[in-house]
């Protein structure tokens, strides 16, 4: 980042995020939790349900960082069952994009 100059306007904050979520205040977060390794596209469905970073599922990760801000990204796997997520965000305002190479 200080290459690029950035530096000075982006904070890294290093920590378990089910700890430092509470704290956080963004303009922007970008979410990419493990979804378990290369065996998650042997599944017809990836279940967001499913507890991950400890015991949270991706529902409860999205949902802390929407307390933090509004512009919340999570990168999630193309066979992610979003309705779930969807049905249970705080959000009121989501848009989900799928991209496909």
């Excluded at 493990?34 to 990760?61: D, M």
């Excluded at 999205?62 to 512009?71: D, G, K, M, Y």
Aim: aromatic fraction near 8%; charged fraction near 15%.
């Amino acid at each position: 980042m200080q290459l690029a100059g950035l530096d000075k306007f982006v904070d890294f904050v290093c920590g378990d995020y089910t700890e430092v979520a509470c704290m956080l205040r963004a303009d922007c977060i970008f979410l990419s939790p493990p979804w378990g390794g290369p065996k998650y596209s042997q599944n017809e469905t990836f279940q967001l349900e499913r507890g991950l970073a400890g015991a949270l599922c991706t529902t409860e990760i999205v949902n802390r960082a929407l307390l933090a801000t509004p512009c919340t990204v999570c990168f999630l796997p193309h066979n992610a069952n979003v309705d779930v997520l969807l049905s249970q965000s705080i959000a009121k305002n989501v848009t989900v994009s799928h991209y496909t190479s």
